[in-house]
């Protein structure tokens, strides 16, 4: 979808953050990715005021996802994996 004219940023990184939330909500992790990615770029790029205008719960949501799910210290996926033998009975 192409816009005309300028966006506000600060409504734009809610909007993918918004967006970003529901693609982790649907366990679309590639597309969750990409939008948290877009989101964290004009996020970094707002002022401090501006910054404070989006929501808490966006706010929260973004870093915790971007620490604890998307940070150098995660486990890249498909790894730490292991398969469970199932108990058989009899």
Known sequence: MHRSG???????????????RSYWDAHRNHACRRNRD??????ESLSKEQKETIPQV???WLRYRSEKYFG?????????????????PG
Do not use: H, N, W
């Open 72 to 88: 150098p210290q995660r486990t890249p996926p498909g790894t730490g994996r292991s398969k469970k033998k199932r108990f058989k």
């Open 38 to 43: 877009m989101a964290i770029k004009i996020y």
């Open 58 to 60: 966006l706010r929260v």
């Open 6 to 20: 300028p966006v506000d940023p600060v409504k734009e990184t809610c909007r993918l953050i918004r967006l970003a």
